[in-house]
């Protein structure tokens, strides 16, 4: 994104936009990020599977019992506040309610008509959402009676917008994670911090109304926290804005450990946020070949190769799996006692390798040695990903059985739209050189590929890593790149990255702000 957009987007007058909500996905029908993910995954059949298929999103320019229920892009009345979801406006109070007892087999819309929906929204009615946060003067009692300061909600409200957002419904701790970690004056701070974009410490005191150092004081702590992000450019120092995931949630994972800590990151996220970020048009990591010589193609594509992605870079850096760490401690149980693959797998390069290993929640690792940690992985028969950026910030080992991202995958089956932009490669496989060994099957880390008598089938779960293809003892199974009008376009960065998935989910109608000054009597 360039300068001239950011400025556009900094430019649009404050209007009042309500989009369609109603995308409460599979997780939240569950309450999934509620509950432990073994509880999540022993209740996420038939209504995972069913909500995957589609949930409500289409809305009608008409009137609802008497309440208007308006179309992304157009403004609405500042005197009434409300949710659509379900077919009509919903209060705070009854999208409390709604969330157990929504009937995930009614109005049901499959993954493609969402992104058809998508595209009839511009890129400035997206831009308009996306920029224009409503200011919130009022507090909010919830139903328990827990205050919840204005300052929060409008932080809250700004990470609806940052990559893949928190989702919007919103519950008794929808805040909680805030109110620990921010004080008030922090989060006044941070929601006048520029979006979107790098800032330096004169830049965030333009933006807040502070001198340069005291700005950038604040900034320098809040970025040790693990709160915005810090890089280092020609001798000056650079913040970010930080989304949910990727961001916040593992940088960091130093705490945890700590008492309580990830069921109160987690819990800041609505029940629709599983069901969005896997509907969001661009996926938060992408596969890439476990191995280049797997590819039949004659060259394997830029940015593809984890060997060439290690070569580019000086800085890199080593740290535990966030997923195999929060996961265990959120069931109460170990890290190590989980699952047996390796735990030390995500791999930080570059500037998020500088921050991972400033902040310490990595250590810092020569070329032979990340070379060394891939290998392995790929060794266990893991996925490896990458971060959805030209940068590719951070490589990921992935499987099945303990990853975040792949267990979401296969408790939703698969039916989600992601899977069309997950990978710019297709598996073949050569039937009349295949011997039906069942290695394939045996070593999927999807669990996706089933021996029938007519020789292996593949399940609708192939992320098309291509570990298949390196136990494959005929070299049958091939990795070949999709035609590139059909690949995915990569965001230069995390920041870029973040702005893309925010546009395309205020198109989407995932950005829905909580203001209490207009709850509905």
Request: hydrophobic share 35%.
């Amino acid at each position: 994104m360039d300068e001239t957009t950011l400025e556009q987007g900094k430019t649009l007058s404050r209007r009042g936009f309500v989009t369609a909500a109603g995308v409460m996905g599979a997780m939240g029908a569950l309450g999934a990020l509620g509950c432990t993910p073994q509880e999540a995954a022993e209740n996420s059949t038939d209504a995972a599977s069913d909500a995957a298929e589609g949930a409500w999103h289409g809305v009608a320019d008409e009137v609802t019992d008497g309440i208007t229920v308006n179309v992304p892009g157009k403004p609405v009345d500042d005197g009434a506040y409300h949710v659509t979801f379900n077919g009509g406006p919903l209060t705070a109070a009854e999208q409390h309610a709604a969330v157990d007892s929504y009937d995930w087999r009614t109005n049901r819309l499959t993954a493609s008509q969402i992104a058809e929906d998508a595209r009839q929204t511009s890129d400035e009615e997206a831009k308009n959402i996306l920029f224009n946060e409503p200011e919130i003067t009022q507090d909010y009692v919830t139903e328990s009676g827990k205050v919840i300061p204005a300052v929060y909600i409008a932080l809250r409200n700004r990470l609806l917008r940052v990559g893949q957002g928190v989702g919007s419904e919103i519950h008794e701790n929808a805040w909680d994670f805030l109110m620990q970690e921010f004080t008030e004056d922090e989060a006044a701070f941070y929601i006048k911090l520029p979006n979107f974009a790098y800032f330096t410490a004169e830049e965030a005191g333009e933006a807040t109304g502070q001198s340069a150092e005291e700005a950038g004081a604040t900034c320098e702590d809040l970025s040790y926290r693990g709160l915005l992000n810090r890089v280092h450019r020609a001798g000056t120092k650079y913040y970010h804005v930080l989304a949910f995931a990727h961001g916040m949630l593992e940088f960091m994972m130093n705490r945890y450990d700590e008492d309580g800590f990830c069921d109160s990151v987690f819990g800041m996220c609505g029940a629709d946020y599983g069901y969005q970020s896997r509907n969001q048009g661009s996926p938060m990591y992408f596969p890439i070949p476990a191995e280049a010589d797997i590819v039949g193609d004659t060259e394997i594509l830029p940015n593809h190769d984890w060997n060439e992605i290690v070569d580019r870079y000086d800085t890199l850096c080593v740290a535990p799996c966030q997923c195999r760490t929060f996961t265990p401690i959120r069931n109460g149980q170990k890290p190590g006692d989980w699952c047996d693959h390796p735990m030390e797998t995500c791999i930080a390069t570059g500037e998020q390798a500088q921050y991972y290993i400033e902040n310490g929640i990595g250590r810092q690792i020569d070329k032979d040695e990340c070379r060394a940690i891939l290998q392995r992985g790929v060794d266990a028969g893991m996925v490896i990903e990458v971060m959805c950026t030209a940068e590719c910030d951070v490589i990921c080992q992935c499987h099945g059985d303990c990853c975040a991202i792949m267990r979401g995958f296969i408790s939703l089956d698969g039916d989600v739209e992601n899977y069309r932009f997950l990978s710019h490669y297709e598996l073949q496989v050569d039937h009349d050189t295949c011997i039906a060994c069942g290695s394939c099957a045996a070593r999927c880390p999807l669990f996706t590929i089933e021996m029938t008598d007519a020789g292996p089938e593949i399940g609708n779960l192939c992320v098309r890593c291509g570990q298949c293809a390196t136990v494959c003892p005929t070299g049958s199974r091939k990795l070949f790149a999709l035609p590139e009008e059909d690949r995915f376009p990569l965001p230069k960065d995390m920041v870029d990255d973040y702005y893309q998935k925010g546009l395309e989910r205020a198109k989407r109608g995932y950005i829905n702000d909580f203001d209490p000054a207009k709850l509905q009597a």
